[in-house]
């Protein structure tokens, strides 16, 4: 059986480029990951849904949402704010 979700990703060291992959079930979860991988500049190959590449808009939307998540992480620790309030104030689901 395939996972509902794959990503695929690569981390550049000084030799070659390893690539690896996470395989999950949960599209939150797989934001969650996603979020991850931005905040410490991986590479992001491809994102798959039932093995198939998911089209680019929701690829560009899963990548959105992730980095919005991030956003909210980051306004949140800086302002003092609970994660309610960044949404109401800011929007970002952090």
Same mark, same amino acid.
């Given at each position: ?23 999950? =079930?949960? !599209?939150? @979860? ?14 992001? %190959? $491809? &994102?798959?849904?039932?093995?198939? =590449?998911? !089209?680019? @808009? ?14 909210? %992480? $980051? &306004? ?19």
């Amino acid at each position: 059986m395939l996972p509902q979700y794959t990503v695929e990703y690569a981390a550049n060291f000084k030799r070659r480029p390893e690539t690896y992959h996470y395989n999950g =079930d949960d !599209p939150v @979860a797989c934001e969650g990951f996603i979020e991850e991988l931005l905040e410490r500049g991986y590479h992001i %190959k $491809a &994102i798959r849904h039932e093995g198939l =590449d998911v !089209p680019r @808009a929701d690829f560009d939307k899963m990548i959105k949402t992730a980095a919005g998540m991030m956003a909210g %992480k $980051a &306004i949140c620790a800086s302002l003092g704010l609970s994660t309610e309030e960044d949404h109401h104030r800011f929007g970002f689901t952090g």
